[in-house]
């Protein structure tokens, strides 16, 4: 009995070396990764064709300086290492410092005191999409999250304002004035928290499907509002739409006919779906984050249950969830875990270690996310996503304008959605803050990307 | 340049140790026995390779001469203990002797390494200790009243356990030590023994109902008041030894069982009753949760044996005095950070043979007495190795208990040499058994030999063969142990 104690003991000690060990010491509690710098010179941090996004330059005198040759453009995702650590360069800090140099180069090293190169990473980044997203962005605040679907892959994520990782140190007490209203250090893009707006008809949608296998069937009359009780619903810009199915009523983002949509929903059903979707929970995701959240007690007002249905309840999301949950939609409803290190390299270019795709889980069934992905292409065909509709190939998406304050003039634009190609389809999040309607300002943004994106892929051909 | 020689170093402690341990496996298993001895002189020379080694390798880092005389003096102590032990008891257990010493020259390599003066304490309670041990054997051949006073072992072991708990020194959360002048020492560690002693000679001289219900409410005393002074490692070890040694003596599987329920009800109560059994299971869960507090030591642990992966940092490279009290409880992550998971692994497997071999021992002596000691030391040791080993990994939650011999501390250390010497003299015991037993053969063999002597007159080359026989001994020795199994 005790042998097999001992055996398991021994098997665990093995699993932990193997599997956990590269997890657990990555921690900025681990105070031997300093103690690594005094021997390895930083390793670099590559686009996923190479392009170098992070590289320590050593001078003649032997000081070393990390170099940022992009800048600002990819300021969050790869962040910085002289001022605390922050994105790939603390994700992957373990590894930069790791190096797997030869023996004999090990030796010619030593001998002439010098350093041995460590290690460099290869990100999943796209250097032209994460370019085009950052200007198309322009001086807006705002961030843009680009998934591949069908592995996962951060393709690009872009949050603005930003700062230049470079110049971190000099910048510092600027960023983190108290009088700042910039958060510049702040990655918009996954730890920013924002009301979805009508993106979350898409949340609504589903649960209502779940709930009535008639779904189809549904139609309704808007009058340009909807009241129950005391409290009035609108439609944007008081547009009354009319009779309308529901594919018009997802496609034009009827306000009223969600709100119905909203009032007949059972509450602890709607909750579940959306915790399924990881609202209130952790996502898979390496980089910090922010956690979504969903909230809707039974017993709720109808007010509450209305605006809870066209996302301007207590619902808070982040654009990485956005995109997620988009991107499982175009994946037939498998969420593929998002990540950004593709794989390790010496400083010869052989490969030490391969990231590989992982799969979540299930989020909704194949039947669900293709039902959705027809009532999304609606959208951009004949609704607020009409600008995408002349690309030449199919998008699918959904366009939100999140209002958060009184002041109506002043809104979040969101627009949510993916390529429906088929073959090495990208799904997109954009948003820009205070800004105005989604369909305004946020589709022509994700135009750019998916122009960008389909003009790499036809060249590749 | 030192630093590629220390580099270089990591891989010939690996190739090393994995021959030791080899070694400790294969040579069980051969029959001729100059092969057995030449094996027992590679792991001997293995032994003195590593240590020279390893301070090699702390001395170039260093360049202090203080540590050069120490090493000497330990070369010296080693070798003396080899030589001097085969030299008075020749038929002693080669594979325990060596691993004895392989475990402490570990011991006293890492300890040089975490803190030079602890190790010089280290060394001279080990020489005092190993000094004392030469006559353990003797005793356990010669006193056979030490059977017949079990009470003795009971009372005063549960004396010394209560004093611990009412004047002991509190030492993070637990009361462990009894402090006399300026010298403090661990009860506990010499109650293991005295526990033992205790449990087998009633065992022995009964497994009737109402007796092993008597040993169990004073063996349950042990417990409590370990539970009391907040040792649950030890009240853990107690246990479970008791536990095994029961339910070998009487064969009942339901004491067992029984015994092993009671266990878990009485943990899952713990559990409710005290915070400090609550912290310590959250910081096994989730340490990282609270990394600040509770967690902080098990996730050093888990750092540096992580940061060490399989080729370890080599010797005086990582940092394992930042894990708090690294030299007793957490001495195993020391050794995998700096020597490496491989490394580490051999020695788990060393551990092991040292406990199979106690087994062993004790199911081949043919006195109760003798073999539930065997038995319960051999239990002792085996589950102490898990519980350390076991909580440094976060396998289990940490119980802060030493690994015996490698660990830095004076009581365990001395408990743990005269155990061995204990368990050798069992081992020289059931020698003198089968010796016994070929005496009687060969008694019997004569007078037969006798009987047909006054029946046939040719009869007498026979005999004569047979006289010839007690010459031939120790060649046939391991043919005839093959024929008992």
Known sequence: MFIGLFTLMIGYFVYFEAVLSPDVINNPYNARQEAFAERVIRGSILAEDGTVLAETQVAEDGTEMRVYPYGNVFAHVVGYSTRGRTGIENLANFTLLTSDVSTIDQIRNDIHEQKDQGNSVVTTLNVDLQQTAYSALGKNRGAVVVLEVETGKVLAMVSKPDFDPGSINEDWDRLTAEDDTDSALYNRAAQGLYPPGSTFKIITLLEYMRENPDYADFSFRCRGSLTEGNYTINCYGGTAHGQENLTEAFAKSCNSAFASIGLSLDETEFASTCDSLLFNSDLPFDLTYSKSSFTLADGATPAERMMTAIGQGETVVSPLHMAMIVSSIANGGVLMEPYVLDHVENYKGGVVDTYSPTRYGTLMSGEEAAALTEYMKAVVEDGTGRKLNDLGFSVAGKTGTAEYSNDKSKSHAWFVGFSDTGDTDIAVCVLVEEKGSGSEYAVPIARQIFAEWYTQKTFAW | ?485
Not at chain 2, 344 to 369: D, P, S, Y
């Open chain 2, 1 to 485: 340049m030192i630093s590629l020689i220390v580099e270089l170093s990591r891989y010939v402690f690996i190739i090393l140790i994995a021959m030791y341990t080899f070694l400790c496996f294969s040579v069980l298993r051969k029959k001729n026995q100059e092969e057995i001895n030449h094996g027992w002189k590679v792991q001997n020379l293995i032994t003195f390779l590593i240590h020279f080694l390893a301070f090699g390798v702390i001395f170039i880092q260093s360049w202090q001469v203080e540590i050069l005389v120490f090493y000497l003096l330990q070369l010296f102590l080693l070798q003396a203990v080899l030589v001097f032990t085969r030299l008075i008891y020749p038929q002693i257990n080669r594979l325990v002797l060596n691993n004895m010493c392989f475990l402490l020259m570990i011991g006293f390599v890492i300890l040089t390494r975490l803190s030079f003066d602890r190790a010089v304490r280290q060394f001279q309670i080990a020489a005092g200790a190993l000094l004392l041990s030469l006559i353990v054997p003797v005793l356990i051949r010669k006193c056979a009243f030490l059977q017949k006073i079990p009470w003795v072992y009971g009372i005063a072991g549960l004396l010394l356990l209560l004093a611990v708990a009412f004047v002991g020194k509190e030492d993070s959360g637990a009361n462990l030590s009894l402090v006399l002048g300026n010298f403090s020492f661990q009860p506990t560690e010499a109650v293991k023994l005295t526990f033992v002693f205790f449990v087998a000679a009633r065992l022995a001289k009964s497994t009737e109902f109402k007796d092993v219900a008597l040993t169990t409410v004073l063996a349950a005393l042990h417990v409590l008041v370990l539970v009391f002074s907040r040792d649950l490692g030890g009240a853990l070890l107690f246990f479970v030894t008791y536990l095994v040694m029961v339910y070998v003596a009487t064969k009942k599987r339901l004491y067992f069982l029984g015994g092993l329920g009671a266990g878990v009800l009485a943990a899952l109560i713990g559990y409710q009753l005290f915070y400090h059994v609550r912290i310590r299971v959250l910081a096994w869960t989730d340490p990282f949760s609270v990394i600040d507090n509770e967690g902080y030591q098990i996730t050093q642990s888990l750092f540096a044996i992580g940061t060490g992966r399989w080729l370890g940092m080599g010797l005086c490279q990582g940092m394992p005095n930042k894990i708090p009290v690294v030299e007793e409880d957490f001495v195993f992550s020391a050794i995998s950070e700096e020597m490496g998971g491989i490394f580490a692994i051999c020695l788990i497997l060393i551990c092991m043979t040292c406990f199979i071999m106690f087994i062993n021992i004790a199911m081949q002596i043919k006195k109760n007495f003798y073999k539930y000691t065997a038995l319960g030391f051999g239990t002792l040791y085996g589950f102490q190795v898990f519980l350390t080993i076991g909580g440094a990994i976060r396998f289990i939650p940490s119980t802060g208990v030493t690994l015996p011999l490698v660990s830095y501390g004076g009581s365990s250390l001395v408990s743990s040499i005269v155990m061995f010497a204990i368990i050798q003299g069992m081992y020289l015991l059931k020698e003198d058994e089968e010796l016994e037993i070929e005496k009687e053969r060969e008694r019997a063999a004569r007078a037969r030999a006798k009987a047909r002597k006054a029946k046939k007159a040719g009869a007498d080359a026979e005999g004569r063969q047979r006289k010839a026989e007690p010459g031939k001994q120790p060649k046939e020795r391991p043919a005839r142990k093959k024929e008992k199994s």
